[in-house]
Structure formats: structure tokens, C-alpha cells
């Protein structure tokens, strides 16, 4: 139990973490908006999950995950901590994000640790949306101009990779739900599902080289200023 | 002395002034036992920033009214949605501009590409004709819709 709570509340925290960074540089205000809503509705799930897990283990706070933890104690998925791309790189990375944490919080919905269903029976409510949001540009980039077209296929070549990860280990039931979803949208989109190659073990501590970076980043003021409270 | 289901009731929520949190349905309950105040209260969103404000409020106005001993706990399910807005809540956001939101889609929501067709009137000129923006707003519960009759810009309560 703790550890699924810590594994997708770092998920959710390095993507919000991520997606802020297109705060005031998204292509028009509305998208600008859009991601920082979505953001702010991954750092909550991120705080009921790390908090869950702290109290289950027993030891530390939501802060103390965040904040005082090396890299190689993250557990999040590489797909989480990619560097922000351009506008279309971001919705191929959203979309498939949602549509597999979606999946994975429908099920947790009847888990028997009652707080974890609890933050993922809120959970569903906003992953669907920002699914929908991220399908729905994914069609309109997709199946829109050349260049549009052009982008997002080669957005879809630098997410996969990282696909194979998000599945490890084998969890076939979830994968065929997932590869449903992408279909129905790629489809639509005028896009090509790419063959997935095998991944990395997956939440093995491993990261990307831009992780270092971003846990600095974030986690600079809190370990600059122990226990300061504003 | 007004009971302490009352005081709670009446707390208005910060981002949505013209509501009190329990129009807005996210008031679960206040139990009293021997003069120790529970209230129970539950995020619109996960990462809804008001929930802070809303504490504090909500123990700063039961000490006004008495009540010294007071213990206000978040709780997460059943998960809020849109359908606990009560009736005088859907008026005042509409008198004040914002359009109450349609009936919560079903979960798990299917996916859907194409706009979730909903017929939400224009709180204006009360017009049918109106187009969402963006599915995003200023606060995490809310969404942009545009009226293509008087033209204005309005702010809807997204239905989850």
C-alpha cells in the first residue's frame, strides 16, 4: 500500500512541477491557464499521496518527501520529470500521462487502504478532464496544419520511449485499457501509435540527467531555510 | 446562542464570495459533544488553495459566537461534485454572473473528443447560444464560455 501512495504522489508532484514551468510561456493565455489549473490539481493529488504515505510509514511529513529527499529516492516515472518541449511534445506527454494515471486510479478506487481510494476517487474527476484537454489538442495539432501534423509526430517519437516504463511491471489489463484510449485518439488525430520498445525497470530510482535539476529547482528554498514558515 | 451548524453554514467560501460553504456543499457536518466543536468540510478540487482560508475562517467565526473548542477536519469522500450545490446556490452565482453548473457527468467518464454537448444560458441576456472558451478558468472550478448573442464573456461552474 505505502509505496503505490509514494510511487504516484511523486508522479504527480514532478509533473506538476513541470507543467508550472509553462506558466506565462504557454502559446495563448487560455493554455497558459490551462496548465497551471492542471498543475495545481497534480500538486494537491501530490500532497494527499506523499502525506499518506508519510503517515503510513510513519516517518516525515509531505515536506520532507518533497523537499529533503536525494534524487535516487524519488520513485516517479521518467515520463513525469521530461524537460518541457514545445507546445505539442507537452500534450503527447499529457495525454498519455492522464490516460494511464486515469486508469490506474480507477482501480485504486476500490483499494483496501480506505484514504488512498478516497484521494483517488477525487482523483478520477480531474484526471478525465485533463485527459479530454489533452486529447482534444492532440486531435487539433494532429489532424490540423503540416506543420502541426509534423510537430506532433515527432512529439509522440521522443514520449514513447517512455512508455514501456509506465507498464513495468506487466500490468496487461491496464495496458490493453491504455492502448485503447491512445488508439481512439490517434485515429482521429491523423497520428501513428509507435511500436513500444522495452523500457526501463521502472521506479527504480533511475532518472533522466534533467531530474538533478529540477529537484533543485524546487526543493533549493526549502533546504536553504530548514523548518522556515511563511 | 446560534448553533454552531448555523455559524458553520455561514461561512463564506473566498473564491466564490457570494456563496457560503454550505451552498457550495462542501460542509459534510458539525457534530458538537460537551462544548467540542467537529466540523467536517471536503475539497472542491485536490489542490484547491482555499482550504486554508476556510479553516481559519471557519474557527475564527465559531470563537465569535462562542464556541471555543474547535476541530475542523478534511474529508475526501464521498469526493465532492457540482450536484451538492444547492438550489440558492445556483441563483446567487447566476446573479452574480457565473453560470451553476449542468448535472456531474457519470464516472468513469468516457473519453470524449468532441465538446460534451451542454446547454449552459448566458447569465446576462439568458441566451442558449453560448461557446466554451476554455475549459480552464481563474479558479480550479470554473471553466470560460463566451455568449454569441450579447457577445459577453462569462464564467461557468465546471459540472464535476
Not at chain 1, 500500500?1 to 493565455?29: K, N, Y
Not at chain 1, 495525454?95 to 483499494?111: E, G, N
Not at chain 1, 510537430?151 to 491496464?174: C, I, K, T
Request: aromatic share 6%; proline share 6%; hydrophobic share 45%.
Amino acid at each position: 500500500m505505502t509505496p503505490r501512495a509514494l510511487h504516484l504522489g511523486d508522479d504527480a508532484l514532478v509533473l506538476a512541477q513541470r507543467l508550472s514551468q509553462w506558466i506565462r510561456r504557454a502559446p495563448e493565455l487560455e493554455e497558459d491557464v490551462a496548465l497551471a489549473n492542471i498543475a495545481l490539481d497534480l500538486l494537491g493529488q501530490a500532497r494527499l499521496l506523499l502525506s499518506r504515505s508519510a503517515q503510513v510509514s510513519g516517518s516525515g511529513t509531505e515536506d520532507t518527501l518533497a523537499y529533503l529527499r536525494d534524487e535516487h529516492e524519488f520513485r516517479n516515472v521518467r515520463l513525469a520529470e521530461l524537460p518541457r518541449g514545445d507546445f505539442a511534445h507537452e500534450i503527447v506527454r499529457l495525454f498519455v500521462f492522464s490516460t494511464w494515471r486515469l486508469a490506474i486510479l480507477t482501480r485504486l478506487v476500490d483499494s483496501p487502504d480506505p484514504v488512498l481510494a478516497a484521494i483517488a476517487a477525487k482523483g478520477v474527476k480531474e484526471l478525465a478532464y485533463h485527459r479530454d484537454y489533452a486529447a482534444g489538442w492532440a486531435v487539433r495539432l494532429g489532424d490540423g496544419t503540416d506543420l502541426s501534423h509534423e510537430r506532433m509526430s515527432a512529439a509522440v517519437g521522443d514520449v514513447w520511449p517512455y512508455v514501456a516504463e509506465l507498464f513495468e511491471p506487466h500490468e496487461v489489463e491496464l495496458r490493453a485499457e491504455f492502448d485503447d484510449v491512445i488508439a481512439q485518439v490517434f485515429d482521429a488525430a491523423g497520428l501513428v501509435v509507435p511500436d513500444s520498445a522495452p523500457g526501463n525497470s521502472g521506479r527504480d530510482g533511475g532518472h533522466t540527467e534533467t531530474m538533478a535539476a529540477l529537484l533543485a529547482e524546487m526543493q533549493s528554498i526549502a533546504r536553504a531555510h530548514p523548518d522556515a514558515t511563511w | 446562542m446560534v448553533s454552531a451548524r448555523a455559524v458553520a453554514e455561514s461561512v463564506k467560501d473566498p473564491e466564490l464570495p457570494m456563496l457560503t460553504i454550505g451552498d457550495l456543499g462542501i460542509l459534510r457536518d458539525v457534530t458538537v459533544e460537551a462544548g467540542h466543536v467537529i466540523v467536517e468540510i471536503t475539497p472542491t478540487y485536490s489542490g484547491c488553495p482555499a482550504m486554508g482560508a476556510i479553516r481559519a475562517d471557519l474557527v475564527r467565526q465559531l470563537e465569535q459566537a462562542g464556541f471555543d473548542d474547535v476541530d475542523v477536519r478534511t474529508v475526501l469522500r464521498p469526493a465532492w461534485t457540482t450536484d451538492w450545490i444547492s438550489a440558492d446556490g445556483r441563483r446567487k452565482l447566476a446573479e452574480h454572473g457565473i453560470a451553476p453548473p449542468g448535472a456531474a457527468p457519470p464516472h468513469p467518464v468516457p473519453l470524449t473528443l468532441s465538446r460534451r454537448p451542454q446547454q449552459v444560458n448566458c447569465p446576462r441576456c439568458g441566451s442558449a447560444a453560448t461557446v466554451e472558451v476554455s475549459g480552464f478558468g481563474a479558479t480550479a472550478c470554473k471553466a470560460l464560455r463566451r455568449c454569441t448573442v450579447c457577445g459577453e464573456p462569462f464564467e461557468q461552474i465546471k459540472a464535476i
